[in-house]
Nanobody, 120 residues
Framework: QVQLVESGGGLVQPGGSLRLSCTASGGSFSIYVMGWYRQAPGKQRELVAAITSTAIPNYSESVEGRFTISRDNAKNTVYLQMNNLKPEDTAVYFC??????????????WGQGTQVTVSS
């Protein structure tokens, strides 16, 4: 069993920065693909960024160049550094962990979410 806890959300003005953290307990963090998703009111949950077990990142087009995902396996933590925030970034941000076992069965875990509000 894997438990994910996010922190770092809050209210920020457009153009500001925020860093989200997600710490995992249980399991083997180093083998997980970690990701950040977000869900705005009335919208589908969408992938923001993901990072493989070997630290290869991937970003949605809407955040590329502004956000950076990173991981620290020694701390069982994944980060999302968000710069030049825009009002359309306002959403609940969810941490995600995913792995595939040796029988090719997928497992997915979610954090509780942290609110990010970008507003003047």
């Amino acid at each position: 069993q894997v438990q994910l806890v996010e922190s770092g959300g809050g209210l920020v003005q457009p153009g500001g920065s925020l860093r989200l953290s997600c710490t995992a307990s249980g399991g083997s963090f180093s083998i997980y693909v970690m990701g950040w998703y977000r869900q705005a009111p009335g919208k589908q949950r969408e992938l923001v960024a993901a990072i493989t077990s070997t630290a290869i990142p991937n970003y949605s087009e809407s955040v590329e160049g502004r956000f950076t995902i990173s991981r620290d396996n020694a701390k069982n933590t994944v980060y999302l550094q968000m710069n030049n925030l825009k009002p359309e970034d306002t959403a609940v941000y969810f941490c995600n962990a995913r792995f595939t076992d040796w029988r090719w069965r997928d497992y997915t875990y979610w954090g509780q979410g942290t609110q990010v509000t970008v507003s003047s």
